[in-house]
């Protein structure tokens, strides 16, 4: 091979890796006894959160100016991540029920 032709496969090659995305995670948070579990987490843009909720009764993970999704008894609403920054969110049936995620962009 010509050098000029391994230099285009390996900028071939460098360009296939960089532009595959990431794998997007799940990220489950359990509900049960009123309280969010893990109550901090740490997620990518992309992820997505799935609430698992055990309790009897209905929840909300509510971010002020942000995200409401209602979380009914033995369900498993999900919601995919599209902003980076710090979120604090509760529950507003429940507000001493609180949860964090630290969203990162990559």
């Not at 109550?39 to 942000?66: P, Q």
């Not at 979380?71 to 599209?82: F, G, H, M, Q, R």
Request: glycine share 6%.
């Amino acid at each position: 091979m010509l050098p000029g032709r391994y230099l285009l496969m390996f900028m071939v090659v460098i360009w296939g890796m960089i532009s595959v995305p990431a794998c997007a995670a799940t990220i489950q948070v359990s509900i049960d006894n009123l309280v969010f579990s893990p109550a901090e987490l740490k997620a990518r843009v992309g992820d997505t959160i799935t609430w698992i909720n055990r309790d009897i009764v209905a929840h909300t993970a509510t971010v002020r100016g942000g995200f409401d999704v209602k979380i009914e008894a033995n369900s498993s609403p999900s919601l995919v991540l599209t902003k980076a920054g710090i979120v604090d969110y509760y529950c507003r049936f429940h507000p001493n029920m609180k949860g964090r995620m630290t969203i990162t962009a990559e």
